[in-house]
């Protein structure tokens, strides 16, 4: 009876683990898209916000190719420890340097009052990763608790952190846009760094979830 127990845990985890490589399959190709077309976009319009959530989404593409090697060796437990803790550290370095880029960019985009122009498909983006972001969390959350994988709650934190920058990066744009604001974009990416610098910190001290998350 035991065994048989056993046997369905292991096919149960089984699942769970081959459904977390298709959220990560998923991240991947979505951030890459959303970065790519984010940073161009931003590039075009002269917006710091836009580019530094495009350089954001491409962060996350590491962060998921990580959890998918992490996936991969689900059934060796010590690899698979090591893998959690350097993935974690990389991408803390990554959120760090993400921040530095932001601040400075934004600070002199405000010193030397550099205007952006308003871009329509950085609004249509930061609309669209306001839906489907939401839907990631919750679904990486679900099987981060039934496999007890403290990375893959990490990575959802970063994934909810996209949801917030969305946000942030949808208010700046829109007031550039609307009401000619042009300050809006570079304070957009301002309030940005203190939740990129967090994310940063909590990967370089190797947290991987809030006690409250943990499974």
Same mark, same amino acid.
């Given at each position: 009876?035991?065994?048989? /127990?056993? =046997? @369905?845990?292991?096919? %149960?985890?089984?699942?769970?683990?081959?459904? $977390?490589?298709? #959220?990560?399959?998923?991240?991947?190709?979505?951030?890459?898209?959303?970065?790519?077309?984010?940073?161009?976009?931003g590039l075009m319009?002269?917006?710091?916000?836009?580019?530094?959530?495009?350089?954001?989404?491409?962060?996350?593409?590491?962060?998921?190719?990580?959890?998918?090697?992490?996936?991969?060796?689900?059934?060796?437990?010590?690899?698979?420890?090591?893998?959690?803790?350097?993935?974690?550290?990389?991408?803390?370095?990554?959120?760090?340097?993400?921040?530095?880029?932001?601040?400075?960019?934004? /600070?002199? =985009? @405000?010193?030397?009052? %550099?205007?952006?122009?308003?871009?329509?498909? $950085?609004?249509? #983006?930061?609309?669209?990763?306001?839906?489907?972001?939401?839907?990631?969390?919750?679904?990486?959350r679900k099987v981060a608790r039934g496999?007890?994988?403290?990375?893959?709650?990490?990575?959802?934190?970063?994934?909810?952190?996209?949801?917030?920058?969305?946000?942030?990066?949808?208010?700046?744009?829109?007031?550039?846009?609307?009401?000619?604001?042009?300050?809006?974009?570079?304070?957009?990416?301002?309030?940005?760094?203190?939740?990129?610098?967090?994310?940063?910190?909590?990967?370089?001290?190797?947290?991987?979830?809030?006690?409250?998350?943990?499974?």
């Amino acid at each position: 009876m035991s065994e048989q /127990i056993i =046997s @369905l845990a292991r096919i %149960e985890r089984s699942k769970l683990v081959t459904k $977390g490589r298709r #959220l990560e399959y998923f991240t991947i190709a979505y951030n890459s898209l959303e970065g790519l077309i984010a940073v161009v976009a931003g590039l075009m319009a002269g917006s710091i916000a836009l580019v530094g959530f495009g350089f954001d989404s491409l962060i996350e593409v590491t962060s998921g190719a990580a959890l998918l090697w992490r996936l991969h060796l689900d059934a060796d437990e010590s690899r698979r420890e090591r893998v959690e803790a350097v993935t974690i550290r990389i991408v803390g370095v990554l959120f760090l340097l993400l921040a530095a880029y932001v601040s400075y960019d934004s /600070i002199k =985009s @405000l010193i030397w009052r %550099e205007q952006p122009r308003a871009s329509i498909p $950085g609004i249509v #983006l930061a609309i669209a990763s306001l839906i489907v972001m939401p839907l990631l969390v919750r679904s990486k959350r679900k099987v981060a608790r039934g496999i007890k994988s403290g990375a893959l709650m990490a990575d959802s934190k970063q994934t909810e952190l996209c949801t917030y920058l969305s946000a942030i990066l949808l208010a700046g744009l829109l007031l550039n846009a609307l009401v000619g604001w042009w300050w809006a974009d570079p304070v957009a990416a301002l309030i940005m760094v203190p939740i990129i610098v967090k994310e940063g910190i909590e990967g370089l001290r190797g947290e991987t979830c809030c006690d409250d998350e943990c499974p």
